[in-house]
């Protein structure tokens, strides 16, 4: 049963736009979260992180929201850029709890592709 | 260079043979891991490594084999490839620090016929 899902295969932005990519999870032991970025031939990158004690961290024109209530997190890009057209990949771990559960589950990926 | 080696980057391999993928890293970190990406599927762990003693199977290990050479080198072999084999495959490194952020290699297209 998948524990880190992002139920959109795909999303469509235009250029100087909001993009939000969304993840559910399922685990109440994960406490800490990640997003990573792919483009092709490349290996995954990381973009921004955030522990479960807090609600919203920011990076630039990135930032990531937490609803734990409702084992939500969301990211946000703004303004988008075509440069941002990829793969995001949501990603969890159970870091408090130590050793293997601090191994990340990641989520399928959402394609983005941001128009000119 | 990268900080996270992968060789080969492309690589195609009929059914049955053995083949090995290796990784080698500069970042210093004690942990290494082995994924598998299908399309559709996201990252799958195949095998992970906390330090060079230490080799633990993940989530779908059945059919590959690790050797953890050095801190630096970490081996995939898949001792009789097999058709659903066919994937991309990335290696990550971490350190041991509270954030398990991992940084991957380029990846290596496998194909199997």
């Known amino acids: 049963d998948q524990q880190v899902k992002q139920n959109s295969p795909s999303l469509s932005v235009q250029e100087g736009r909001i993009s939000i990519l969304n993840c559910d999870y399922t685990?109440?032991?994960?406490?800490?979260f990640l997003w990573y970025k792919k483009y092709p031939a490349e290996g995954p990158t990381f973009l921004i992180s955030i522990s479960s004690i807090k609600d919203k961290n920011e990076d630039g024109r990135f930032t990531v929201f937490l609803n734990k209530s409702a084992k939500h997190l969301s990211l946000h890009i703004v303004p988008s850029q075509p440069g941002d057209s990829a793969v995001y990949f949501c990603a969890a771990s159970a870091l408090g709890y130590g050793g293997s559960q601090g191994n990340l589950i990641f989520g399928k990926g959402t394609k983005l592709s941001v128009k000119p | 260079d990268a900080d996270v080696t992968q060789t080969p980057r492309n690589r195609i391999t009929k059914t049955g043979k053995r083949i090995m993928l290796e990784c080698s890293q500069t970042?210093?970190?004690?942990?290494m891991y082995w994924y598998r990406q299908d399309p559709g599927l996201g990252l799958r762990l195949i095998y992970y490594s906390f330090d060079v003693k230490d080799i633990n199977k993940g989530e779908i290990s059945d059919g590959y084999s690790v050797s953890r050479q050095a801190q630096a080198k970490f081996s995939l072999s898949l001792e009789s490839a097999i058709p659903n084999q066919t994937a991309l495959y990335f290696c990550?490194?971490?350190?041991?620090?509270?954030?398990?952020?991992?940084?991957f290699g380029a990846g290596t297209r496998l194909s199997v016929l």
């Open positions: 685990n109440s032991m994960f406490d800490y």
């Open positions: 990550a490194t971490s350190d041991n620090g509270q954030k398990n952020i991992q940084y």
């Open positions: 970042k210093g970190h004690d942990r």
